[in-house]
């Protein structure tokens, strides 16, 4: 298990863009040479810093989008209202320096030796997270059984859609869309409730590591229904995200 990052110690550094990757109309996939990289575990995220001419700076923390022995990247969803996203999202091109800090965070990473089965549970981009713990899965050759649940608005909003759908033995995918579904859509349709989570969480008995990522309302109606279930709470991870 990955020790937890101490903010305080954390120093802030110049990264360097080298791609972004178009993952739906309002989200970007943005990868980093960091030169001073300590290395960082699935599930972890590090802060990005922008500073205005005049002074102002605002900061956001992201989820790392890849696994152990990967570059560092970070996924962002565009919010029309939001201070850091709509220029990571829009002006933001291979070659731009990004100012970052990390990797921050102890608790919400997995490694093989966790061992499982897991159980994914995302609400919108809270996916980013749990994609870096499938591709960690996979590189590290692991066998454990791993089942996602994704509810996105619409199959149009399913971030990293076309990895997901590769992903095979012993890795099982589900998609619930809440908004709209397309014609001749065989998944689930609405949102994350106790019923659905009953047909596709391993039974309690199973003893499954859980990392649900999303938004709060989300995160807490999922973990409340799991541990209704007959999960302990202990073994069921969380992390909220916020504005952007």
Known sequence: MATAAVRGRLTWQTATVTSVMRETDAVRTIELEVPDWPGHHAGQHLDVRLTAEDGYTAERS???ATADDEPVAITVERLDDGEVSPYLT????AGDQLELRGPIGGWFVWDTSDGGPLLLVAGGSGVVPLRAILRHRQRA???VPARLLYSSRTLAEVIYHSE??????GVAVSYTL???QPPGWTGYSGRVDAALLAK????ASEHPLVFVCGPTSFVEAV??????LGYPAGRVKTERFGGA
């Open 178 to 180: 809440t908004r709209s």
């Open 223 to 228: 973990a409340g229904n799991l541990v209704a």
């Open 62 to 64: 992201y989820s790392i």
């Open 200 to 203: 596709i969480a391993w039974p």
């Open 90 to 93: 829009e002006e933001l091109h």
């Open 164 to 169: 997901l759908d590769q992903y095979r033995g």
């Open 141 to 143: 050759g692991s066998d």
